[in-house]
């Protein structure tokens, strides 16, 4: 199978899944790679076609082991025609349990066929420097494989006209997502300058600015994009949960993991 288009489609709050997905593009070294980003509230109110001759890479990052539910939602405006796809999870070095299976379920239903997936890992959403889990990821090396991973799958497409499907690790029914009351960021008002960066990376448009920064706790969704785009670092989560769980992961999770490839 000749690669025509690409189709680079993905929910990606704080760019890390992003930027996985690029290296893979890059692999795949294709010249028409055309972006779908679910990201911004926007993309919640479009539906997209993709046809059955390009081929789509669609990453999102693991939330409870899970798709995050603001991508499933979005990702369901999504249709194939049977379009050949790639799927990477991205997720902050625990695990991605489920999510790789619930991605594949979700773009089955859409339309697209599963001829590749792939888990990499990205700095998890809740790492400060106080207790950093997986920073910087994806790094220079992961990049390196991911190109690798685009290459393979080239590779793969290469000289056949169907190419095989492929199963992904994962359980189904799905893990239960983690239970949480209302948890978002606070703004430290000392350092913030009312800059709105925060209110214009938010994927859900949860913050205003006005002579102070509000947010709609019932619609947050504790991406943390709002805490790594502020300029100053006012924007912090004090929410003793978060906090907690970011203390946890930072002692049992700082152990480097590798990505896994799915052909
Ligand atoms: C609410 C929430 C839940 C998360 N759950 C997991 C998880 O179960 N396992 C994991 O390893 N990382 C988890 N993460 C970390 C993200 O998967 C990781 O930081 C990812 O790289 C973020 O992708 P993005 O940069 O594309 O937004 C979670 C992050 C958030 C915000």
Redesign the pocket.
Same mark, same amino acid.
């Given at each position: 199978m000749k690669i025509g288009k690409v189709n680079l489609i993905? /929910?990606? *709050?704080? #760019?890390?899944?992003?930027r996985t997905l690029e290296g893979v593009a890059k692999g795949l070294g294709v010249k028409g790679v055309e972006h779908v980003d679910l990201t911004p509230l926007e993309a919640a109110s479009k539906s997209y076609a993709i046809p059955a001759d390009s081929l789509a890479v669609i990453?999102? *990052? !693991? /939330?409870? #082991? $899970?798709v995050?539910p603001v991508a499933a939602q979005r990702l369901r405006k999504v249709k194939g025609n049977g379009t050949p796809a790639v799927l990477i999870a !991205? /997720? #902050?070095? $625990?695990?991605? +349990?489920d &999510?790789l299976v619930e991605l594949r379920d979700i773009t089955t239903e859409q339309g697209f066929k599963t001829i590749a997936a792939a888990a990499f890992? #990205? +700095?998890?959403?809740?790492?400060t420097e106080a207790t950093p889990i997986?920073p910087g $990821?994806p790094d220079e090396e992961d990049l390196e494989k991911a190109v690798k991973f685009g290459e393979q799958v080239k590779a793969k497409l290469d000289g056949v006209t169907k190419p095989v499907e492929v199963t992904v690790p994962g359980n189904r029914p799905y893990r239960e997502r983690?239970p949480s009351g209302p948890r978002f960021p606070d703004t430290t008002v000392e350092s913030c300058t009312l800059c709105g960066a925060c209110a214009g990376v938010c994927p859900t448009k949860s913050i205003t600015v006005s002579d102070k920064v509000e947010t709609v706790k019932e619609t947050c969704?504790?991406?943390? &994009?709002c805490v790594k785009a502020c300029p100053t670092g006012a924007r912090v989560w004090t929410n003793e949960g978060i906090r907690k769980a970011a203390a946890w992961l930072h002692k049992d /999770?700082s152990k480097r993991r590798e990505p896994e490839f799915f052909l």
């Open positions: 993905y /929910y990606s *709050p704080t #760019g890390t899944s992003k990453a999102v *990052p !693991v /939330y409870s #082991g $899970r995050p !991205v /997720y #902050g070095n $625990r695990a991605f +349990e &999510a890992i #990205g +700095e998890h959403s809740f790492s997986a $990821r983690n969704t504790a991406c943390s &994009a /999770y």
